[in-house]
């Protein structure tokens, strides 16, 4: 199984709600991403989980909040979102470690979310 | 991470072959350089990787210059959904704050039939 499964796959909320995104894969993978992409331009790093815990966060605004309660999943919570959070949030995972470099990462497909 | 540089866009014809371009003159001895593509509306895709010697699988084929100061990207027939952004990123070992996977612009590469 070399598939990153992401859901839901499109999903709406508005500005008070709460609401998670979930990523998860079974390749026995250690690090595992967070990205935003907004409409042309390329995939922006969020957040980077190693072997289970935090090991990057690109200031990312406390609105968006990482949890990574196994090796194989990741969640991302969103909370008092603002409408320029529209983006598509893609999850990414690959080997950790000394030689993770040799090793491609594999992406999901994403959640398109809009938020209203 | 060590940067890349790559142009903006490319077009080719189907069934030409393409080779797209990336410099990354500060890569380090430890980085291996990776190629992903995103088609439209998709997240994105591995494509190759290498470390010093090209490196070839059955979607593309990846020289390195000897210096490792540059690479290419070899698509040896473009067919119409080749036509992706192509990016070109450094990996080194995935460890702490080095655990960065970035993505640059990458080169939008159009295939014309």
């Known amino acids: 199984d070399t598939e990153v499964t992401q859901t839901p796959k499109h999903l709406v909320m508005g500005m008070t709600n709460k609401k998670s995104l979930k990523c998860e894969q079974h390749?026995?993978?250690?690090?595992m991403y967070w990205y935003k992409q907004k409409a042309k331009k390329p995939p922006e790093l969020m957040f980077v989980?190693?072997?289970?815990?935090?090991?990057i966060n690109e200031s990312v605004p406390s609105r968006f909040s990482p949890e990574c309660p196994n090796s194989s999943l990741l969640n991302l919570h969103l909370h008092a979102l603002q409408p320029e959070d529209s983006a598509l949030y893609l999850c990414?995972?690959?080997?950790?470690?000394?030689?993770?470099?040799?090793?491609?990462?594999?992406f999901g497909q994403g959640t398109r979310l809009t938020v209203v | 991470d060590a940067k890349t540089t790559q142009p903006n866009s490319m077009e080719s014809n189907e069934e030409e072959p393409v080779h797209l371009p990336c410099n990354h003159s500060?890569?380090?001895?430890?980085?291996?350089i990776h190629w992903y593509r995103q088609l439209p509306s998709q997240g994105p895709e591995y494509v190759i990787h290498?470390?010093?010697s090209n490196v070839n699988n059955r979607m593309a084929s990846l020289a390195i210059a000897e210096d490792r100061k540059s690479s290419t990207l070899i698509l040896h027939r473009a067919t119409l959904r080749d036509a992706a952004v192509y990016y070109c990123?450094?990996?080194?070992?995935?460890?702490?704050?080095?655990?960065?996977?970035?993505f640059g612009k990458g080169i939008t590469l159009s295939v014309r039939p």
């Open positions: 990414a995972s690959s080997q950790a470690g000394q030689g993770g470099g040799r090793s491609e990462a594999f």
């Open positions: 390749m026995g993978h250690r690090a």
């Open positions: 989980y190693s072997y289970e815990k935090l090991s």
């Open positions: 500060t890569i380090s001895g430890t980085d291996y």
């Open positions: 290498g470390l010093t």
């Open positions: 990123i450094l990996r080194g070992p995935i460890t702490g704050a080095n655990s960065k996977l970035t």
